[in-house]
């Protein structure tokens, strides 16, 4: 199978409230709640100079998330935010008056009396609201799509939450766990996709999300660089559009051109692309592909709303490019830093480096269209680790997935 891609020809509309939630002076104030944490600290932005250098661009910078929380990748930004605001509204106060040493007093656990908090994922997600549940002493339940390994399960209930692995696909597991959160007397659902009625708490894990832009785009300040070019990956499209939101919002009419990957399985903000007219495509199915993070079907409207009129080109891409991706960032050329991440986390890495070196006719119109030569400095985030040890050794140490 080969890469494909679509630029975005879909009519802008009108994006302002979607986009205020990435507005610069909140995202902040969410950084500033996450500062309280003791296990908070900024990731690395590395800089893979000699690998720029071979590929012909002026520079490449990836944000490793394998170090975020001690949990090997960046959703516990969207699940720790979340709960607080959750709070916060419950017990009727700012969330900006509460920290980490608030939300996790047992005189808070007290005023709010017991929740139970449930989550579908496809492994990072629900860990991190099981931990962060655990860090205020609430109870998690979280359910996973067939296929999911069970390292990361076993990963889940060690942070104190119930486990589970269903026999249906990512959306539908969604609904048979949103369906228990509202018959459990004080179930509340977690999750960062929207629906109607259901777009408080994805929001404010996409605010959560923004913090890693927003670290990245003071830490390519501070080197004295302005990307040219980002590349996002997308499931429902959570973390895209909130790194989407932030960089434009940081930037503004200088903002970077934006990629939006994805998998041949589960490709549906490229098909809602490629067809054109603004309404979200979904795609169903197993949506079966090493990039388990990605597998999701259906757009998140909010990040939709934000994607649709802000990134430029949509690309779709085999299982074989990630784990080249996994390959080259593992084992880097001599003087460039190792970054460890996982089938998720490395697809742009591997797809840049089918876009750079990618002699096919598609991946040359492509470098032309966006306009990527020797200036150019790109932005990318590999937002796990090896979340699943076995796997990723079978696709770095044994070569599975050959390109």
Not at 155 to 167: C, L, P, V
């Amino acid at each position: 199978m080969t890469v494909k891609w679509v630029e975005n020809t879909i009519p802008v509309s009108d994006c302002s409230e979607s986009l205020a939630l990435m507005d610069m002076a909140t995202i902040e104030k969410v950084q500033n709640f996450h500062k309280s944490f003791p296990e908070y600290d900024i990731t690395p932005l590395v800089a893979l100079d000699n690998l720029a250098n071979e590929l012909g661009v002026g520079g490449i910078y990836i944000k490793d998330e394998s170090y975020r929380f001690g949990l090997n990748s960046f959703k516990a930004l969207g699940s720790t935010f979340a709960l607080a605001s959750f709070i916060a509204k419950t017990i009727g106060r700012p969330v900006w008056e509460l920290d980490c040493q608030a939300i996790t007093s047992p005189e808070m656990r007290k005023q709010l009396g017991d929740f139970t908090f449930y989550a579908t994922t496809d492994g990072n997600h629900g860990r991190a609201v099981a931990w962060a549940a655990r860090k205020i002493g609430q109870k998690s339940v979280i359910y996973m799509p067939k296929g999911c390994p069970v390292v990361k399960l076993e990963n889940i209930k060690r942070e104190g939450a119930e486990g589970y692995i269903t026999e249906q696909n990512y959306d539908d597991t969604i609904r048979f766990t949103a369906e228990l959160a509202e018959k459990t007397p004080q179930g509340v659902i977690v999750q960062d996709t929207a629906w109607e009625g259901y777009t408080d708490i994805p929001g404010w894990i996409m605010q959560g999300y923004a913090v890693m832009a927003l670290e990245a785009c003071h830490q390519l300040d501070a080197m004295k660089i302005k990307p040219t070019h980002m590349l996002i990956q997308a499931g429902v499209g959570a973390f895209a559009g909130a790194a989407q939101g932030l960089v434009s919002n940081f930037y503004g009419k200088d903002a970077p051109v934006s990629f939006v990957v994805e998998p041949h399985a589960a490709d549906c903000h490229y098909r809602s692309v490629e067809r054109g007219d603004g309404v979200p495509v979904t795609v169903g199915g197993d949506m079966a592909t090493i990039m388990a993070g990605l597998a999701c079907g259906e757009p998140n409207p909010i990040s939709w709303d934000i994607l649709k009129n802000k990134s430029r080109y949509y690309i779709s891409m085999p299982d074989e490019i990630a784990a080249r991706g996994m390959r080259m960032l593992g084992a880097p050329l001599r003087g460039d830093p190792q970054v460890i991440s996982g089938e998720s986390g490395a697809s742009s890495m591997g797809f840049l480096t089918e876009l750079l070196a990618g002699q096919s006719p598609e991946m040359i119109a492509l470098r032309k269209a966006a306009n990527i030569n020797k200036d150019s400095r790109i932005l990318l985030f590999s937002t796990e680790g090896d979340t699943d040890p076995d796997n990723y050794r079978r696709i770095v140490w044994d070569g599975a997935f050959p390109s």
